[in-house]
């Protein structure tokens, strides 16, 4: 029974080292946007007091090591990914975000350490420790559940990370049945419930993934848009071509279709342009000229 908990133990460092390691990808995203977008960062807070205060339980409690390498490295990482957020989160959630890590991951932590090695001894040790964990370890399951209200609002799981529900899920399990092997209550309550919600994150990304639009889909609508601007353009360009060569044709038809004036009403409409010119244009122009002009067209 003792080896079959050891190897559950070391199924379960693994799991959670994943389960770590899942806001990777995440945190690729911010770096190269350089914004945290609509992404939480309580998550990276809490599980960072979470994986401190486990590691310090694992300190005290007798045989303790798998617990120890296992949130020593989630600290590790979760102090990464604190350290980013703050750096590429957008003036006013960088200040809250401060105050948070300040307050519980500073002072609250360090207190509970102060406190526990100082002022409380033997047994007790543990079992303060141990709730506390606990408890924390409930907040850290809970915690992506804060992107439960932005994931129903906008009916997609964009800023809800698959794989974190995905390894907490499988995390839960693992370390809650670890903790019925070896007897630890401490371990097993807050990772049975960890389990359910879980199962509860994994439940609703189902429900809305499809209602995710995805980057290629967008892509192609665009492309697909801009395409049927510019075959709108050219189709209407060439319309106005071909009613500006119709109207064209037409006035040209119009024009060779009329007939030839007769040369009495040339004449005629020659001498009404003349007589239509200002009288500082008929310098060179006489009234015998004029009478000539009246006798040749009759």
């Known amino acids: 029974m003792a080896n079959f908990s050891f190897i559950l133990g070391i199924i379960g460092n693994v799991i959670s080292i994943l389960m770590f390691a899942a806001p990777i990808k995440t945190f690729k995203r911010i770096i190269k946007k350089k914004s945290t977008e ?10 960072l007091l979470s994986t401190s205060l486990w590691t310090f339980y694992g300190l005290l409690k007798p045989g303790g090591l798998l617990v120890v390498t296992v949130n020593g490295t989630g600290a590790i990482l979760h102090i990464v990914y604190v350290t980013l957020f703050l750096i590429y989160a957008t003036k006013t959630l960088k200040i809250q975000s401060i105050k948070l890590v300040a307050i519980i991951d500073i002072a609250f932590l360090g207190a509970v350490i102060a406190i526990t090695l100082l002022a409380v001894h033997g047994n007790t040790r543990l079992t303060l420790v141990g709730l506390l964990a606990a408890g924390l370890n409930v907040v850290m399951y809970a915690s992506p559940l804060s992107a439960t209200r932005t994931v129903i609002k906008m009916k997609s799981v964009e800023y809800m990370p698959f794989f974190l529900s995905f390894f907490q899920f499988l995390n839960g399990g693992v370390w809650a049945a670890y903790a019925v092997l070896v007897k ?11 389990f359910l919600l879980g199962s509860a994150q994994l439940i609703l990304y189902f429900i809305y993934y499809k209602s995710t639009p995805t980057k290629s889909t967008d892509e192609k609508e665009e492309k697909e848009g801009s395409a049927h601007l510019v075959r709108t353009g050219i189709q209407m360009n060439d319309l106005d071509g071909a009613h500006e060569n119709d109207k064209n044709n037409r006035n040209l038809h119009k024009g060779k279709s009329l007939p030839k004036p007769s040369l009495s ?3 005629s409409e ?17 009234e015998d000229d004029i009478e000539k002009g009246l006798k040749e067209a009759h």
């Open 270 to 286: 020659k001498l009404v342009k003349t007589l239509s010119i200002s009288s500082s244009s008929l310098g060179s122009h006489n």
């Open 38 to 47: 609509d992404f939480k960062g309580i998550p990276y807070i809490t599980t």
């Open 265 to 267: 009403r040339q004449y």
């Open 184 to 194: 630890d209550y401490y371990i097993g309550v807050p990772n049975g419930i960890g």
